[in-house]
């Protein structure tokens, strides 16, 4: 049995399409007609549709989760404006402090 390990690539030549395949360190070829060619197609779409579907509705079920928001959350504004005033109230007091000499600039 082959693993593809890196994206192959399909020619064709006016009878048949060939697709060169990686694999490892050797290189998988297929030729077949048009019409396999087509079949062949559209199996694996089939399949990767299923497989996608498959997925997808793993996915959904396992990961998704509900999560409440808290009752209240602080815009960014609010607490910027806090801070600000935190910082006005701290020089303020440095100021004071100043002014009746307990601390040096």
């Known amino acids: 049995m082959h ?12 009878e ?3 697709m060169l395949l990686p694999s490892g360190s050797e290189t998988l070829e297929i030729r077949l007609t048009t019409h396999q060619t087509q079949a062949l197609a559209c199996m694996l779409a089939l399949v990767a549709k299923e497989a996608f ?6 996915n959904r079920t396992t990961t998704a989760e509900i999560i409440a928001f808290p ?3 602080p815009s960014l504004a609010r ?13 303020v007091d ?12």
């Open 53 to 58: 579907d498959e997925q997808d509705r793993r």
């Open 16 to 18: 048949h399409v060939t």
């Open 79 to 91: 607490r910027e404006r806090n801070l600000a005033n935190r910082e006005r109230a701290l020089r």
């Open 71 to 73: 009752q209240q959350v």
């Open 3 to 14: 693993i593809v390990t890196d994206r192959g690539v399909a020619k064709f030549d006016g």
């Open 94 to 105: 440095r100021l004071e402090l100043r002014r009746e000499g307990r601390i040096s600039k």
